[in-house]
């Protein structure tokens, strides 16, 4: 079986209410989204996200013709060939990303061949549900911010999530007032997490989650930029709440530098973005020997919501126990117009777990017809 074509699909919606995080507004969805076809006749689809068009080039013009003729079944050769090609000036960033989808689509393919899920190939499946968390409490403009995020994580909460992620890094006070209030109306029961998106330095992190801890805050996220690993060393030391980051770093190298300087509790690589199954499991089983938690990042639609799916259900518990913390699976729950539309049929969360797809490859159906709904026209 060889490779004969890889074609991209850039997608982009405009949202009809903007909503922001401590670094931007979000007004609008966006995602890339990757179709290998092979001469078998079997197609595997990959995803990533970031900025559409240069990221669909770099498949197009660069990563392509390394792979074409390829055996997807050679995924390693075919990751270490893109890599090791593009590595004087792609060693992270969209490069990457790009790398991610293609990895991920080949994976798609060999599961489809073999008549098997994904999380079989990846030495078999640790649990037949995820427990799911939902991320949203992102900002609104509005001046009645803090009810807004409470009526939100209520509504989550009457949903069936049993764990809830929401955004902080306003400023220190305003975080406060708003994870007070969350925690409050939700009750102890509920597992609350909080995501800086690097907000802040080490200091204010520091000040800001002494204050948190006692809202029983189950891991603060992003608290520094990714860049800064010795401020996250000081404030996963500074604080009783556990340290989680990584979305924003890339291949087991990033992470390597993580995990050796004692950086986080939780590491988060998506699988989107830090290399695809390929590099992903290689990263998990890198923090599982520093007995670090792996859960990873999501954000995009379907597809990556099933890849890490697949992913997660590979991944031992860390550390084993008879009452173990499980790995989670992040649900995003912002408003994206196509995220579950790509899909024939998706994912669902069910009284905060999610099953596992046993259908092959990935276990989802493209819907072709929202590819072309909100595809880009590109020069």
């Known amino acids: 079986m060889r490779i004969l074509d890889v074609k991209t699909w850039a997608l982009r919606a405009r949202l009809d209410e ?24 079997v197609v595997g689809w990959g995803e990533t996200f970031g900025p559409v068009e240069p990221v669909c080039t770099i498949i197009e013009a660069t990563l392509k013709p390394m792979i074409i003729g390829g055996d997807p079944f050679d995924v390693e050769v075919l990751w270490e060939r893109m890599y090791h090609n593009t590595r004087p000036y792609g060693q992270k960033g969209i490069i990457i ?27 078999g499946c640790f649990r037949g549900q995820v427990m799911t968390y939902a991320t949203g409490l992102y900002f609104k403009k509005t001046k009645e911010l803090t009810e ?24 220190p006070e305003k975080d406060l007032e708003n994870v007070r209030s969350v925690r409050e109306a939700l009750g102890e029961d509920i597992l609350l997490m909080v995501d800086a998106n690097y907000a802040y330095n080490a200091h204010t992190a520091i000040k800001l989650g002494k204050k948190l801890e006692k809202y029983d805050v189950y891991w603060f996220e992003e608290p520094v930029p990714p860049e800064d690993i010795d401020g996250y060393a000081k404030v996963r030391e500074a604080l009783n709440m556990a340290i989680a980051g990584g979305e924003c770093e890339f291949t087991r190298f990033g992470f390597r530098n993580l995990l050796a300087r004692g950086a986080v509790d939780i590491v988060q690589p998506d699988i989107s973005v830090a290399g695809g199954f390929t590099e992903c499991k ?3 089983e890198m923090a599982n020997t520093w007995n670090v938690q792996c859960i990873p990042h999501v954000w995009g639609t379907q597809i990556g919501l099933a890849a890490a799916l697949q992913l997660i259900a590979s991944l031992p518990d860390c550390p084993p126990s008879l009452n173990p913390i499980p790995p989670m699976l992040e649900f995003d729950m912002t408003p994206h117009p196509f ?3 790509v899909v024939t049929k998706p994912i669902r969360q069910k009284e905060g777990f999610a099953d596992v797809p046993k ?13 072309e709904k909100y595809g880009v026209t590109r020069a």
């Open 18 to 41: 903007p909503f922001g995080f401590s670094q931007a507004w979000y007004h609008e969805r966006t995602g890339v989204l990757v179709q290998i076809l092979t001469d078998a006749e």
């Open 97 to 123: 990303q790009a790398i991610s989808a293609i990895d991920i689509a080949l994976w798609d393919i060999i599961g489809k061949v073999v008549e098997k899920p994904v999380h079989k190939l990846l030495g």
């Open 148 to 171: 807004k995020l409470v009526e939100e994580a209520l509504k989550y909460k009457n949903e069936g999530f049993n764990a809830i992620k929401m955004k902080v890094g306003l400023n």
């Open 282 to 284: 290689k990263i998990a």
């Open 339 to 341: 995220r579950d539309r």
């Open 359 to 371: 259908n092959p490859g990935l276990g989802i159906e493209i819907s072709k017809d929202i590819l």
